[in-house]
């Protein structure tokens, strides 16, 4: 069965330094590999993707994951913090071994960010 | 805006209680997913319908029920509430039937209040 770890369940940084979520994933082979943003009373919005093309994805808004496969790991990324990336973090597998579609959310990281 | 539309934003009912949570998807996508989400629990996958049928079934209790219309739109109808059922509940949808790893565009949810 597949699985997610979202390491941490708070992160807080200060406005311009860099940030870091981390994620490591239990799958088959080849899995879908996702990191969406959830902001204060939205829905869920995807930031970025891996399909099993390039292990370096660009994201919307500068963030960027790299897939590492030899550490299980998609460790969510950004250079420079901003007020407006205040929000909760799901990392996400999909196993398209599985039926359906069912994707595995992590627990979720909330990023707080530090004027 | 994702595309996906979610009515109502808000609903509060009593236990024992029966309700009914509509879902537009996206133009052109076939596949409608359930998600509920809670503070014990995070997010839930529900149940996933493709083209009408159901396609994946997760942690649904049998008190809930969902179908997907002709139109492609999907309800979620849930009954004999209890004061756990209290959730924010999403609607997801995607183009195909996820075997591709597809990812899912959400709704902004509907935020059901049990009292």
């Known amino acids: 069965a597949q699985s997610v770890t979202q390491l941490d369940s708070h992160v807080s940084v200060s406005e311009g330094t860099p940030v870091l979520l981390r994620c490591n994933y239990s799958?088959?082979?080849?899995?879908?590999l996702f990191w969406y943003v959830q902001h204060p009373n939205k829905g869920l919005q995807l930031l970025l993707k891996y399909t099993s093309a390039a292990t370096l994805v660009k994201g919307i808004n500068g963030f960027e994951a790299e897939f590492k496969k030899s550490e299980t790991s998609f460790h969510l990324t950004k250079p420079s913090a901003h007020m407006s990336d205040a929000a909760e973090y799901f990392c996400v597998v999909s196993d398209p071994d599985n039926a359906g579609n069912m994707l595995t959310f992590g627990g979720g990281t909330r990023l707080m960010v530090k004027p | 805006d994702s595309g996906v539309t979610q009515t109502p934003k808000h609903l509060i009912t009593a236990t024992g209680q029966r309700v009914t949570l509509r879902c537009s998807p996206r133009?052109?996508?076939?596949?409608v997913y359930w998600y509920q989400q809670s503070l014990d629990q995070g997010l839930q996958f529900l149940i996933q319908?493709?083209?009408?049928?159901?396609?994946a079934k997760g942690n649904i209790l049998e008190r809930f029920s969902a179908q997907q219309f002709p139109d492609l739109h999907s309800e979620l109808n849930l009954s004999s509430l209890e004061l756990g059922d209290s959730a924010l509940y999403f609607c997801?949808?995607?183009?195909?039937?996820?075997?591709?790893?597809?990812?899912?565009?959400f709704g902004s949810g509907t935020q059901l209040s049990v009292l």
């Open positions: 997801a949808s995607s183009v195909g039937d996820g075997s591709a790893g597809h990812h899912l565009f």
């Open positions: 319908y493709y083209n009408g049928e159901e396609r």
């Open positions: 799958s088959s082979y080849s899995p879908s």
């Open positions: 133009s052109g996508d076939l596949s």
